[in-house]
């Protein structure tokens, strides 16, 4: 039982910095507003792609994953 609590651990915790940083990254690539850089992560991530917010810079465009919508 131990063993599957720190398992559940390190997922938590790997999971919440790939989302700090990955908020963070948006923000500063894309000069968004965090919420907005989150927002941006979640909808990318989960591949739904509203299409309300997009990558303006090259830069940014250049950073996202091949397999990411369009």
Same mark, same amino acid.
């Given at each position: 039982?131990?063993?599957? !609590?720190?398992?559940?651990?390190? %997922? &938590?915790?790997?999971?919440l /910095?790939?989302?700090?940083? *990955? #908020?963070? *990254? &948006? !923000?500063l690539?894309?000069?968004?507003?965090p919420f907005?850089?989150? %927002?941006?992560? &979640?909808? #990318?991530?989960a #591949?739904?792609?509203y299409?309300? &917010?997009h990558?303006?810079? !090259?830069?940014a465009? /250049? /950073?996202?994953?091949? /397999?990411?919508?369009?």
């Amino acid at each position: 039982m131990k063993q599957i !609590s720190f398992r559940f651990r390190v %997922y &938590i915790m790997v999971f919440l /910095s790939v989302v700090c940083l *990955g #908020t963070l *990254g &948006i !923000s500063l690539a894309e000069g968004m507003h965090p919420f907005d850089a989150f %927002y941006f992560l &979640i909808v #990318t991530v989960a #591949t739904v792609g509203y299409g309300d &917010i997009h990558p303006g810079r !090259s830069r940014a465009r /250049s /950073s996202r994953l091949p /397999s990411s919508p369009e």
